[in-house]
């Protein structure tokens, strides 16, 4: 069983940046952070693997940045620049291996609000 902590999120002015932050216990294949807005299906927002490799959606290249913490087995997503369209609650996504082996982990998500 995967436990996951998550922490950041809140409300803050177009332009503006957060910093989510994920923990989890184990030793995670890949951790990412997903997005899902009111009426929109949930999207994959950034990745980080065992080996160090990112992944980001378009929407959010060169203003987003996903990063590793090994002291703390945890990961970061800074987020700069924001906009109005990245408003969505983000989850935390834990996997042990990679698609199709294994599961899922969720985090139970974090209200990210950009709004002036």
């Known amino acids: 069983q995967v436990q996951l902590v998550e922490s950041g999120g809140g409300l803050v002015q177009p332009g503006g940046s957060l910093r989510l932050s994920c923990a989890a216990s184990?030793?995670?294949?890949?951790i990412s952070w997903y997005r899902q807005a009111p009426g929109k299906e949930r999207e994959l927002v950034a990745r980080?693997?065992?080996?160090?490799?990112?992944t980001y959606v378009d929407s959010v290249k060169g203003r987003f940045t996903i990063s590793r913490d090994n002291a703390k087995n945890s990961v970061n997503l800074q987020m700069n620049s924001l906009k109005p369209e990245d408003t969505a609650v983000y989850y935390c996504n834990v996997r042990l291996l990679p698609r199709p082996l294994g599961r899922d982990y969720w985090g139970q998500g974090t209200q990210v609000t950009v709004s002036s």
């Open positions: 184990g030793s995670p294949f890949s």
């Open positions: 980080i693997t065992s080996d160090g490799t990112t």
